[in-house]
DNA sequence: AAGGATGATATCGACTCGAAACCAGTTTGC
DNA sequence: GCAAACTGGTTTCGAGTCGATATCATCCTT
């Protein structure tokens, strides 16, 4: 069993190894690089307290110098804008404009999706379930901050009946945003 | 139904975008950089037809230049070697080293193999199929040529007992070698 | 023997990234 | 209330990678 293990784990290496290299090639569609398409889909799913350059750094795993190169790049095709903050005027808001999200529509990552999509229904969800103790397990090693949504959030608050709060900010939270990327997350009692 | 493998394909698009980002950043070990580790675990696999850079670009899908400029930096670390092929004064043999081997065991995917071997032994195998079927469905879309070992090759044709030889050069092959990586591999009767 | 194909390498430019310097705005401490 | 420390963001610079092209040597075909 234990040899049978090991064949799997190296088979299962090589093809993560390998789906990684194919999806690579696929993320230089529409002139843009795999950072920048990164940053669009981070955006599209990063709630209002995610949308920063320093933020989208951590989430990428680069340094702030090298987010704002990619936030620029961005921003000279139009597909995201800079909005000032007013509260702390040193900040930016990302968001991404219309032809932003056109451009999401397009996102090469979903030939991916639809991969996945043809496989066996049942085999989909042992497959994730796998897929993301796998993750979990070299989380741990890696380092790099865990991203997650506020429904899973040990700072989440839920206040009143459908109502919940950020702990940390105190502000109330809609069931919109609770299903969003936060840069503030932490493993915490209501999550797994 | 449609609606639940939906969610599973999202999910399964997101995970293997954040296991590859993670894997990313441990492939700079050692002072390598990804593409020279994945030369490295190429050459460690492929078969004698299949240690040369014209074959190593085209499994690392990139070309020539690119991955001779691999080449020669392996080279002046001391980890490959090349060896002057005598039958065709042109080409040129790759081979590991002692020390690249020793770096080799020390390759960062192992981890990856590490935290697949910590899964539960029948789901190791659910996986690496899902998986499987996954990146078939994807490299049809992908282009880039497929490599698979001798004994699932359609050149391959097996003569006497337990001997076996290529159809295409006529060499007899070892066992040992029909485990290994070929560039000539072509999906044939033999193979699934 | 000549011309074309092939394996490999070198060179050049475009691009990406990380490190460090830098600026502006905010907070802290006296 | 002001200076120092801190923080968010941008800019600049250098190292490194990659792909395209040109070049060289060798092999193959006729």
Redesign the interface.
């Known amino acids: 069993?234990a040899v049978?293990?090991?064949m799997?784990?190296?088979?299962?290496?090589d093809?993560?190894?390998?789906?990684?290299?194919?999806?690579?090639?696929?993320q230089f569609a529409d002139g843009l690089n795999p950072a920048q398409w990164?940053t669009l889909r981070y955006l599209a799913r990063a709630n209002r307290y995610s949308r920063t350059p320093t933020a989208l750094a951590d989430y990428?795993?680069t340094t702030k110098g090298t987010a704002s190169q990619t936030v620029r790049a961005l921003e000279s095709k139009g597909y995201i804008q800079r909005v000032k903050r007013t509260c702390d005027r040193r900040s930016v808001w990302l968001e991404l404009t219309e032809t932003g999200q056109t451009v999401l529509a397009r996102d090469p990552?979903?030939?991916?999706?639809?991969?996945?999509?043809?496989?066996p229904?049942d085999?989909?969800?042992?497959?994730?379930?796998?897929?993301?103790?796998?993750?979990r397990?070299?989380?741990s090693?890696?380092g790099?901050r865990e991203f997650g949504v506020c429904a899973q959030c040990g700072h989440l608050d839920p206040t009143a009946d459908g109502e919940a709060r950020c702990g940390l900010t105190g502000d109330s939270l809609a069931s919109e945003d609770r299903t969003q990327i936060c840069v503030e997350f932490r493993a915490g009692p209501t999550g797994a």
Chains 1, 2 share one sequence.
Not at 8 to 13: E, L, M, V
Not at 110 to 119: F, N, P
Not at 123 to 135: C, F, I, Q, R, Y
């Open positions: 069993m049978l293990n090991k799997h784990s190296a088979r299962i290496s093809l993560l190894d390998r789906i990684g290299r194919a999806t690579h090639c696929l990164e990428l795993g990552m979903a030939r991916l999706e639809y991969a996945a999509s043809a496989l229904p085999l989909g969800g042992v497959l994730a379930d796998g897929l993301s103790s796998l993750l397990g070299l989380k090693d890696c790099g």
